[in-house]
Every structure is written in structure tokens, then in C-alpha cells.
């Protein structure tokens, strides 16, 4: 099985004789006018396959590379990402389920920010790397195979009608969402700096040696009451911290080594 090519736009044809450089060239360009003459249109994409890999090439002037290659190297079972160019010619693949996971909802505002030209393309892969679609937002110049998606249909809808088993992990990131929704992480943070400003009043009249204060057994007992670990087993909330610092580390390591 091969990763499914979709549009809402009809592929223009890669004619006899075309290369690179007239990528963008209006069809009635390409042969009936010289390319001092040519009528380039950037908001175009060859898509070609190479192997199972799908190799995207673009005419933008201001990228740093004019391909990419979405190959296995970004492969995750059951997984959706968004494809974006940035201001400054970098091309930059967003997990959506990384963006629900983290709420991460100033990211989606900075990379409109960043983002030139909109959502490019829309990834989805099933359980194997060869198994998936590839949606493309653009006009895409390519002999290869590609089936119409409606422009309105949802990329979710779209997913669910060509593997229907992906409904249950719409539920999961819906249900997610709705939490997200409903919970102010301003909130949280707010909370978690009031506990630990308790929490360094009793060490310190622990190392002190001092009496607690009177509100110390209630605070500890309600602590206890809506601890986490009233939803998952220390071993997992200990397997998921180390997880998260190591990946807060190695991004903070390439930073201070880079500044």
C-alpha cells in the first residue's frame, strides 16, 4: 500500500521537456512562450514519488532548500501533522496531537505568525509508514495519482473515510480538547506556585526546627486527597517526568551551546 495523494485542486500535468525551472510556468506557457516571457504562479508544489517516500518541490525564492521528503523519518502510528513554511524558508512539520497535548495554543498563534503561506499540506499516517494521505493545499504539478478532497471537509472527516478506525482517536484528541477547553492553565500555574510557597514554609520550620502552623494538616490532607497520584501510579508520573526534563534539557543544551 501506498500513501494516498489528495487536492481539492486538479494536478497540472508535468509536460515533455519540463524541469525545475519551470515549475510555476502557467501550462500555455511552457512551450508556446519563452521564459523571459513566462507567467510563474508560486503558490505551486511538484509532488513526485521516490520509492514509498513523497518528494515535494517548490519555486519560493526565499527557501533555504527547494525540496522536501516526507519519508519515515516522521513516521508515528495514527498520527496527524501540519506542514508549514516559515519567513524564513524553513520547513517546519507540527505534531497535532503534540499541539492538543500542550494546549499549546500560542504556538498555533506564533506560527501564523511564522507561516508565509498558510497550512501547505496535511500528513496522516496509519499503522505503517506506507499507509497514510498526504493532502495537499496548494496546486499541485505532478503525474501522479491524486484523488479530489472536498475543499470543506474537515482533514479529520477526510481521515475517518479512508480508515475507519481512526474515529477512535478522534474521540481521544476531542476529549482532550474539551479538557483543554474547560481547564485555565493560568490557573494551574498559579496553583502549583501557592503549594510550593506552603510547602517552603514547612521545610523551613521543619530545618528550623519550629512549630507548623495551624492550617498544615489541613493543607496537607487536601494535598493528599487531589494528588495525581490519585490518577496514575508513581511509576508512570516518575516515567513521564523524566520524559518531559530530558526533553526540556536537550532543547535547553542546543540553545545554551548555539547562543
Known amino acids: 500500500m501506498a500513501l494516498i495523494l ?12 519540463y524541469d525545475d525551472s519551470m515549475l510555476g510556468v502557467l501550462p500555455e506557457y511552457r512551450s508556446a512562450k519563452s521564459l523571459a516571457d513566462k507567467i ?12 514509498d517516500n513523497i518528494v515535494l518541490t517548490f519555486n519560493l525564492p526565499h527557501l533555504q532548500s527547494k525540496t522536501y521528503t516526507i519519508s519515515s523519518s516522521i513516521f508515528k502510528a495514527r498520527s496527524m501533522f501540519n506542514f508549514y513554511i516559515t519567513k524564513s524558508g524553513e520547513f517546519l512539520i507540527i505534531s ?5 497535548r500542550h494546549h499549546n495554543f500560542d504556538r498555533v498563534k506564533t506560527l501564523k505568525n511564522l507561516s508565509v503561506y498558510g497550512l501547505i499540506a496535511q ?19 505532478s503525474n501522479e495519482t491524486f484523488e479530489t478532497k472536498d ?11 479512508k480508515f475507519p478506525s481512526f474515529q477512535s ?18 490557573d494551574s500555574i498559579v496553583a502549583l506556585e501557592q503549594q510550593v510557597d506552603l510547602l517552603t514554609t514547612l521545610v523551613k520550620n521543619l530545618i528550623n526546627n519550629t512549630s507548623q502552623p495551624s492550617w498544615s494538616s489541613d ?9 495525581v497520584t490519585t490518577l496514575q501510579s508513581a511509576t508512570d508520573i516518575i516515567t513521564a517526568l523524566d520524559t518531559a526534563k530530558k526533553k526540556i534539557r536537550t532543547s535547553q543544551k542546543t540553545y545554551l551551546d548555539t547562543k
Open 6 to 17: 489528495a487536492s481539492h485542486l486538479s494536478p497540472l500535468p508535468v509536460l515533455e521537456g
Open 40 to 51: 510563474i504562479d508560486n503558490d505551486v508544489i511538484k509532488v513526485e514519488r521516490s520509492s
Open 96 to 100: 497535532v496531537a503534540d499541539l492538543l
Open 123 to 141: 500528513i496522516y499516517f496509519h499503522d505503517s509508514f506506507s499507509e497514510g494521505i498526504v493532502v495537499i493545499n496548494k496546486q499541485p504539478v
Open 151 to 161: 475543499k470543506y471537509t474537515l482533514f479529520t472527516d477526510y481521515v475517518v473515510s
Open 169 to 186: 482517536v478522534r474521540n481521544t484528541n476531542k476529549a482532550k480538547a474539551k479538557v483543554l477547553y474547560d481547564l485555565n492553565y493560568i
Open 219 to 227: 493543607f496537607l490532607t487536601k494535598s493528599e486527597a487531589s494528588s
